[in-house]
């Protein structure tokens, strides 16, 4: 009787279990019976840009102790992984490096055999390791590197006193997206494998570090009195590209009941009033998507180098400070980051080759969110802006140009200099040509949300996805058989369909834009300020962007331009890059300097290279915009300056 009483409680407690855990369940099965129906007929996918044995073990955790050592410029570390076989009978595995030293190598406690293979020119360098033991499919090692970076580490960049706001200490950032975690830490650096974490940083104690995970406290290093340990943990598993950290004199204001803003303190409070929108942000797209699964979201303002507008580490959102506008105009960016604890972070790529995954479904969470913030209309035209950035991309790259295809081949194929705008753009366009077809934003949202909570915490590729999407729509199948899915993935140039956007927002720029294109020297004095004093910021953009696929303007009209609309005063960075490169496309030398100026005093690679590239295709300032390149390319971020020297043909030997 008493045994029976005991299964008797035990089969409530399972109806109660599966009661509770029936959708995560669903969710389960149905991801079985997608990836069985496609393990049918699906290549597997390989990460060319990896050589990390990925289909025989995969990482589940990392556990990092990293000491910053700012004098010599190098991290000197120790990170244990907890690798989980794949298959049966492993005696061996194989993390990324790049430019590491390794000193030693240990499994379960025991010395292994390491060795470090040829040296790639981008990707790196393999770190063969020989298990002392053998393995089946299902255990688990830990495998203990220890190690120290490099001074030239392109993960990594070091910041000199003069290079940051308060002149006083270093500052250190990472960025390891798209494959540069390699440089900082031994690991299996491919999107397609995802881990947790545990962090233990030692910074000087005059130093704050902060990392993309939730702090853990802090306490004085026991081995050294002048320094400080920093503890971090991140409890969701996360690719490799999406570890971070930040090293410097950093305040943090609260912008949020789960954020924060940190910088350094001559920054701190203007950022706080820049990004207050915050919440109301996450808030927004909880309602579109599901629930914000990261705990904190914090975001740091980083030193002007940082060479993108922002990057989505989970828990600490990287932020250009060229987004300090004093307007809030330029908060769309922050849309953009918080989209990604959904699409990128929750639900990854499997491989950079299907970086639309990420990129795409970002652009169309992150309009969808300014939907619901602004209006239909204004996400009608900002689909309007992209497009054009993606008319700029592919005639920058060539209309053949394979990296333009929306799913490329990366084999032999450097990440940063494949990175463009095609995968936000061409992928937008695509989703935004699905919603169509299928009948509507709050129609194709319904597969978004579901999408994501069907894929959360795993890695897709681009077959898992259109899989799914026939599965979801299966009342739609005749329709989007239709698809011209070859025209949109694997071929290069503009997409196979010319979406339609309401013009609404775009008239008045438009208008002015052909105005400015049709006017002889008699009707420059026609213009006035009052031609720009309705638009907003946004709409200047775009007016200045429209013009920008213009022919170049005749200098009489730039100058006039400026009398009137006086446009050098804008401090607004998307108003005037756009600017200034007009200007220097018009050949107006008073513009040079400012352009100069504008390449230089930050490192976003959206405005400082295509300045670069302008003032290099003005002849009389082509030495010029050279010399100015390699005075100022030791402060600019790694990334920046070898995309710059190569539009600038400057070669190796000029470093």
């Known amino acids: ?98 430019d590491l030293q390794i000193s030693k190598v240990a499994a379960n406690g025991q010395e292994a055999k390491f060795a470090l293979g040829a040296k790639h020119s981008f990707n790196g360098t393999p770190l063969e390791i020989s298990l002392p033991f053998e393995l089946s499919r299902g255990q688990h090692v830990i495998v203990e590197v220890t190690y120290e970076t490099s001074p030239r580490a392109s993960a990594l960049q070091w910041l000199t006193p003069a290079q940051t706001a308060g002149k006083k200490h270093p500052y250190l950032f990472s960025q390891c997206q798209a494959t540069h975690c390699r440089s900082m830490i031994p690991c299996q650096d491919t999107p397609m494998v995802k881990h947790t974490y545990y962090a233990q940083v030692s910074v000087p104690k005059e130093l704050v570090a902060v990392m993309g995970a939730v702090g853990d406290g802090q306490e004085p290093d026991p081995q050294d009195s002048s320094r400080t340990i920093y503890r971090f943990r991140q409890a969701v598993p996360i690719p490799s590209y999406l570890i971070a950290i930040v090293v410097g004199v950093l305040e943090s204001r609260d912008i ?43 975001i740091v303002v980083l030193p002007p180098s940082f060479p993108y507008g922002g990057m989505e580490n989970p828990c600490l959102t990287y932020a250009t400070p060229t987004l300090l506008a004093g307007d809030r105009s330029l908060s769309g960016v922050i849309a953009h980051e918080i989209a990604h604890s959904w699409t990128g972070n929750l639900v990854t790529t499997k491989s950079w080759e299907h970086f639309w995954l990420n990129e795409g479904h970002t652009v169309y969470l992150e309009r969808m969110i300014a939907r619901a913030l602004e209006s239909e209309q204004y996400r009608q035209f900002k689909a309007i802006g992209g497009w054009k950035e993606l008319q700029d991309t592919v005639n920058l790259f060539g209309q053949s140009n394979p990296l333009t295809n929306l799913v490329p081949s990366l084999k032999e194929v450097d990440t940063d200099a494949a990175f463009s705008f095609v995968p936000y753009e061409k992928g937008f366009a695509f989703l935004y040509h699905l919603e169509e077809l299928v009948g509507g934003p709050e129609v194709f949202m319904g597969f978004v949300k579901s999408y994501i909570q069907l894929y959360a915490y795993s890695s897709v590729s681009t077959e898992e996805w259109k899989n799914y999407l026939f599965t979801y729509f299966k009342d739609k199948v005749d329709i989007l058989k239709k698809v011209d899915w070859d025209g949109w993935m694997n071929t290069p140039g503009m997409p196979p369909v010319t979406n339609q956007y309401d013009n609404t927002l775009a008239d008045v720029c438009i208008a002015l834009c052909n105005r400015w294109v049709e006017a002889k020297e008699e009707d420059l004095a026609s213009f006035s300020d009052a031609d720009v004093k309705a638009l907003s910021s946004p709409q200047l953009t775009e007016f200045l962007a429209l013009l920008l696929h213009q022919n170049p303007l005749p200098l009489s009209h730039v100058k006039r331009m400026q009398e009137v609309y006086n446009l050098n005063s804008i401090k607004n960075c998307e108003i005037r890059f756009r600017w200034l490169h007009l200007c220097v496309r018009a050949r107006w030398e008073e513009a040079v300097p400012l352009a100069f100026q504008m390449a230089t005093e930050q490192g976003r690679l959206k405005y400082t290279r295509p300045l670069f590239r302008e003032l290099y295709n003005f002849e009389k300032y082509r030495q010029e915009a050279v010399n100015m390149f390699l005075q100022h390319r030791a402060a600019m971020h790694p990334v920046t300056a070898a995309l710059v020297a190569r539009d600038l043909k400057v070669e190796q030997s000029h470093k």
Request: proline letters at 3%; charged letters at 25%; hydrophobic letters at 40%.
């Open 1 to 98: 009787m008493q045994k029976l009483r005991v299964v008797a409680d035990w089969c409530r407690v399972g109806r109660i279990w599966l009661d509770t855990n029936r959708g995560t369940l669903e969710k389960l099965l149905l991801r079985w019976l997608l990836q069985r129906n496609l393990s049918l007929t699906m290549v597997p996918v390989i990460d060319p840009c990896s050589f990390s044995s990925s289909a025989r073990c995969t990482t589940k955790h990392l556990n990092l102790m990293l000491h910053v050592d700012f004098e010599s410029h190098v991290i000197r570390g120790k990170v244990a992984l907890t690798v989980e076989m794949l298959e049966d009978k492993c005696s061996s595995l194989t993390l990324d490096t790049k």
């Open 256 to 298: 949020g009941p789960r954020s924060k803003v940190w910088s350094e303190k001559e920054l701190v409070d203007q950022a706080a009033y820049e990004f207050a929108e915050t919440e109301s942000m996450l808030k927004t797209a909880e309602d579109l998507v599901g629930p914000y699964v990261w705990g904190q979201y914090d």
